[in-house]
């Protein structure tokens, strides 16, 4: 039984490039969570997806970013016009239902923009 | 702000040695995760213990909750070498959406 799968696991931007960084959640999970840790940091939640449904966007930049789990394929979070700032690790997160169990991670997604 | 905070930020012993990190929090939780993180990789779970419990084993990590004082603790036992990691709590706040919220997490050096 696979786990949550991230990928890219590293990717390099320049500043104002688009960065596409994909989760696929583990087998018969249908909620998603991502997250982004700074080094040194812990995670800050960014939004929390059902199919085809944002459940909780609170912790997501109104700029620039955007989240999306559609009915077929995986979760994609989408940062637009990247900026230094946004180098981080962006961990996603898989569970079965929503009533605050459990939740599966990912390796994560390193981005360094340039 | 982050719901739970881990205190000691780090942490340094001598294997053989127990670990001890505590995890405060604000507001009232449905449960409380441990998760640990290797460096440059993802985060395991490691217990979830729920509100109304006091206290979970499994096999060397004990997890206390004390719901009145709002904090968590997590002993390690014998600790070893392979046990140098980051440990994060995790709350999930009582009502509202199911969303854990992490701390800054205790970075833990366990010297062989």
């Known amino acids: 039984n696979a786990g949550v799968m991230q990928n890219p696991r590293h990717l390099v931007r320049r500043r104002g490039q688009e960065a596409r960084l994909r989760c696929s959640p583990m087998?018969?999970?249908?909620?998603v969570y991502w997250y982004r840790q700074l080094p040194e940091e812990g995670l800050k939640f960014m939004v929390y997806?059902?199919?085809?449904?944002?459940?909780?966007e609170s912790g997501m930049p109104k700029e620039r970013f955007s989240a999306e789990f559609p009915k077929e394929g995986p979760s994609i979070l989408r940062i637009q016009q990247v900026v230094r700032g946004d180098s981080a690790a962006y961990f996603c997160?898989?569970?079965?239902?929503?009533?605050?169990?459990?939740?599966?991670f990912g390796e994560g997604s390193w981005l360094t923009v340039v | 702000s982050q719901q739970g905070e881990e205190d000691p930020q780090a942490l340094s012993i001598q294997e053989g040695e127990n670990a001890t990190m505590n995890c405060s929090y604000k507001?009232?939780?449905?449960?409380l995760q441990w998760y640990r993180q290797n460096s440059g990789r993802g985060l395991v779970h490691l217990i979830l213990?729920?509100?109304?419990?006091r206290e979970k084993h499994s096999g060397r990590l004990r997890v206390t909750l004390d719901t009145s004082k709002k904090s968590s603790s997590l002993l390690i036992t014998a600790s070893r070498a392979a046990d140098t990691a980051s440990y994060f709590c995790?709350?999930?706040?009582?009502?509202?959406?199911?969303?854990?919220?992490f701390g800054r997490g205790t970075s833990l050096i366990v010297h062989p």
């Open positions: 997160a898989s569970s079965p239902e929503d009533r605050g169990n459990t939740i599966y």
């Open positions: 087998k018969g999970h249908s909620h």
């Open positions: 997806l059902q199919k085809e449904n944002i459940i909780d």
């Open positions: 507001t009232s939780i449905n449960n």
């Open positions: 213990i729920r509100s109304n419990e």
């Open positions: 995790a709350t999930v706040r009582s009502g509202g959406s199911y969303i854990p919220t």
